[in-house]
T-cell receptor, first 113, second 113 residues
Framework: EAQVTQNPRYLITVTGKKLTVTCSQNMNHEYMSWYRQDPGLGLRQIYYSMNVEVTDKGDVPEGYKVSRKEKRNFPLILESPSPNQTSLYFC????????????FGSGTRLTVV | GESVGLHLPTLSVQEGDNSIINCAYSNSASDYFIWYKQESGKGPQFIIDIRSNMDKRQGQRVTVLLNKTVKHLSLQIAATQPGDSAVYFCAESSNTNAGKSTFGDGTTLTVKP
């Protein structure tokens, strides 16, 4: 089944403890992206990648890192999580520009205490 | 001047009626637009897209209209069904920064039986 897989689905962590949310797609898509969704603020793009080893900042990149070492994987790294990073995170992938937009994963609900 | 539909955060319609969801976009350079549907507990799902060289595009029970003059996008759902109840988002992109996709404020559609 063609899909974007994120792990974990739920995560509770403490302030300052480094974490990684993994994302993998099996559709051979060129583009990948991370979004966060917060009540009243909608979906905001954190980082995106249009190719292996190519990443760009979205609208809210502060406090996050990403890497694209392989086409299928695009992990999101929080080096020192803070409570304001408590959010619902979505990974997404797209085959190319102008083609069916992004396919989204099921989301990761992160709570930082 | 030309009037366009207002963006409403919520919309309630009767089953069988037609729904119109509006979206204003901000970037004059945007040339690709997508409507997504997000059901509770899931990631956004592609509904229909349109490029800036078109004014209208039709899918199954859905139609997207694009007015570039006033930077307005609308999604029309014909014969709305209970399964259409969800949050609907528009998103805009530009081929000058192809991986970046900015979401608008969502509209929660509730279909009453």
């Amino acid at each position: 089944e063609a899909q974007v897989t994120q792990n974990p689905r739920y995560l509770i962590t403490v302030t300052g403890k480094k974490l990684t949310v993994t994302c993998s797609q099996n559709m051979n898509h060129e583009y990948m992206s991370w979004y966060r969704q917060d009540p009243g603020l909608g979906l905001r793009q954190i980082y995106y990648s249009m190719n292996v080893e190519v990443t760009d900042k979205g609208d809210v990149p502060e406090g996050y890192k990403v890497s694209r070492k392989e086409k299928r994987n695009f992990p999101l790294i929080l080096e020192s999580p803070s409570p304001n990073q408590t959010s619902l995170y979505f990974c997404a992938s797209s085959p190319r520009y102008g083609d069916y937009g992004y396919t989204f994963g099921s989301g990761t609900r992160l709570t930082v205490v | 001047g030309e009037s366009v539909g207002l963006h409403l955060p919520t919309l309630s319609v009767q089953e069988g009626d037609n729904s119109i969801i509006n979206c204003a976009y901000s970037n004059s350079a945007s040339d690709y637009f997508i409507w997504y549907k997000q059901e509770s507990g899931k990631g956004p799902q592609f509904i229909i897209d349109i490029r800036s060289n078109m004014d209208k595009r039709q899918g199954q029970r859905v139609t997207v209209l694009l007015n570039k003059t006033v930077k307005h996008l609308s999604l029309q759902i014909a014969a709305t069904q209970p399964g259409d109840s969800a949050v609907y988002f528009c998103a805009e992109s530009s081929n000058t920064n192809a991986g970046k996709s900015t979401f608008g404020d969502g509209t929660t559609l509730t279909v009453k039986p």
